[in-house]
């Protein structure tokens, strides 16, 4: 809410909400740590097996009745993304004064 308040007061400060997931996550981390919180039952993961998850290439069935609405959903999704996407670009151009895809006056 901070973060977002700040974003709307100073306009230089825009990308300020967007990253306050993550600024959240580190000071939490940063609490946890400074507090020793494991102490008093805090569960902590402290070691972890990395690496990728195994491959269910061998389990797809591409003879199945149901892959031609899977197609069509698909491809929906993918539009929605694209507009979606557009629509996210041309703020930002309209935010910095301009752009390719920006439908208002360049300042210059």
């Known amino acids: 809410m901070i ?3 700040m ?3 100073k306009k230089k400060l825009f990308w300020l909400p ?3 997931p993550v600024i959240s ?3 939490s981390t ?3 740590y ?3 919180a494991d102490e008093h039952g805090v ?3 402290r070691l972890f097996k990395g690496g990728l998850n195994p491959s269910s290439l061998n389990q797809s069935e591409f003879n199945s009745p149901h892959l031609s609405e ?3 959903i698909g491809f929906i999704c993918a539009i929605i993304a694209l507009t979606e996407a557009v629509a996210v670009g041309r703020s930002f151009a309209s935010i910095k004064g301009g752009g390719p895809f920006s439908s208002g006056v360049h300042e210059g």
């Open 43 to 45: 569960k902590i993961i």
């Open 70 to 72: 899977l197609a069509k």
């Open 7 to 9: 974003g709307k007061k």
């Open 25 to 27: 996550v580190i000071i």
């Open 30 to 32: 940063l609490i946890v």
């Open 18 to 20: 967007a990253i306050s």
């Open 3 to 5: 973060t977002m308040m």
């Open 34 to 36: 400074l507090t020793r």
